[in-house]
């Protein structure tokens, strides 16, 4: 079983419309969680980095949520536009660099 | 800005082949990583390195070794290549620290016939 769950697997909006998505972890410990967006093609780009003391976390028109005591967050974007038709992948971190695990993302496809 | 570069974008190998994959890095970043990605799956680790000429074995290791000589740069060798190791690979670098962000590189899109 997948530690990090994300849903919907994927997602069609119109342009200008907000969207929230959701991620599940079910693994401790965990240090911090982590969004990240990623286009066709390219490698991911991080959107926030989010400490278990922190619940919410903004980077322009997005803004994640985090609930350390349900293992929940989500990612919501306000007035969509073309260009955030990407996946977006969920992540927990854990005590490392290296002890990240990812979700395997929501594609997110914003339509005129 | 950051920069992480992959050497290709593109590769096509035949199996048996050695591979090597290289990643550089303009940060001096003490991390730097090496993921696949594959559908319908979350990126897994293969190797990191958190210092120069030091590797640890991540979540896939089997097939794959590294070579971290210099700061800047870490190699993913695939000693004999094989089909399922068709994959996108992404490199990423990372300052020391557990909240510090990932940077990921554009990718390297290999295929094995």
């Known amino acids: 079983k997948n530690q990090v769950e994300q849903s919907p697997q994927s997602l069609i909006i119109l342009e200008g419309k907000n969207c929230t998505l959701q991620?599940?972890?079910?693994?401790?410990?965990?240090?911090?969680l982590r969004w990240y967006k990623q286009d066709t093609g390219r490698g991911p780009v991080s959107l926030t980095i989010?400490?278990?003391?922190?619940n919410t976390k903004s980077n322009g028109r997005y803004t994640a949520t985090l609930d350390a005591d349900t293992k929940q967050s989500s990612l919501h974007i306000t007035a969509s536009q073309l260009s955030d038709s990407a996946s977006y992948i969920c992540?927990?971190?854990?005590?490392?660099?290296?002890?990240?695990?990812f979700g395997k993302g929501t594609k997110l496809s914003v339509k005129p | 800005d950051v920069k992480v570069t992959q050497s290709s974008r593109y590769l096509v190998k035949r199996t048996g082949e050695k591979v090597f994959l290289e990643c550089v890095q303009d940060?001096?970043?003490?991390?730097m990583f090496w993921y696949r990605q594959d559908p319908g799956l979350g990126l897994r680790l293969i190797y990191f390195?958190?210092?120069?000429?030091?590797?640890e074995k991540g979540d896939i290791p089997e097939g794959y070794s590294v070579s971290r000589e210099k700061k800047e740069r870490f190699s993913l060798i695939l000693e004999s290549a094989s089909t399922n190791q068709t994959s996108m690979y992404l490199c990423?670098?990372?300052?020391?620290?557990?909240?510090?962000?990932?940077?990921f590189g554009p990718g390297t899109r290999l295929t094995v016939l």
């Open positions: 992540v927990r971190g854990g005590g490392s660099q290296g002890n990240l695990i």
């Open positions: 991620c599940n972890y079910t693994v401790s410990p965990f240090s911090n």
């Open positions: 989010m400490t278990f003391s922190e």
């Open positions: 940060m001096d970043h003490e991390n």
């Open positions: 390195s958190y210092d120069v000429k030091m590797k």
């Open positions: 990423a670098g990372a300052a020391g620290g557990a909240h510090n962000e990932q940077f």
